[in-house]
């Protein structure tokens, strides 16, 4: 179940992380890699393919009031969703680090999409405008970085523009 259909979360962002097919991780390694990470998270929802391969997964970060839905995506259309990418983001960046990461997406064949979304406290409606005091972005930051690490890939937020 997405956590789109779930009414106590919020979607906030999405990053996508790319990377090549050959570096698709294992089911066995996400669990790894994000069990071993220093926050507490829950994993529900882990999905592979039947030769073990990540597929999907939710993570749950109590304390951060967050959680993240992380799917694999090996679609054929990628060359036209990274060439989009790259023109819209080449004008909007200006540091080389992050142009020379923006370039390396055509190295890439594959994709995990990380959707982020918020828990929503008791006090709050999804309705209201004001942020949650207690909402962490690090849970994001930590998964990424994990999956990262473990891929190879670029990973990255078209809409605002950042990449990690």
């Known amino acids: 179940m997405s956590l789109f259909d779930h009414p106590e979360y919020r979607w906030r962002e999405t ?7 050959t570096r698709r991780p294992t089911l066995e390694d996400v669990k790894r890699v994000l069990g071993n990470a220093r926050e507490k998270y829950q994993l529900e929802d882990l999905k592979g393919d039947d030769s073990g391969c990540f597929e999907s997964v939710t993570v749950i970060a ?3 009031f967050a959680a993240i839905d992380i799917t694999y995506v090996g679609d054929d259309q990628g060359d036209e969703q990274i060439d989009k990418i790259q023109e819209e983001m080449k004008e909007i960046l200006e540091d080389p680090e992050d142009l020379a ?5 055509s190295e890439y064949d594959a994709c995990l999409d990380l959707l982020h979304f918020e828990r929503l406290s008791d006090l709050m409606s999804q309705e209201d405008e004001e942020m949650n005091n207690c909402f962490d972005p690090g849970a994001l930051l930590t998964v990424i970085e994990k999956l990262t690490g473990l891929s190879g890939g670029v990973c990255l937020d078209s809409a605002s523009a950042t990449i990690m």
């Open 15 to 21: 990053y996508q992380l790319f990377h090549k097919k």
């Open 101 to 105: 990461k923006l370039e390396s997406l």
């Open 62 to 64: 109590p304390e951060a």
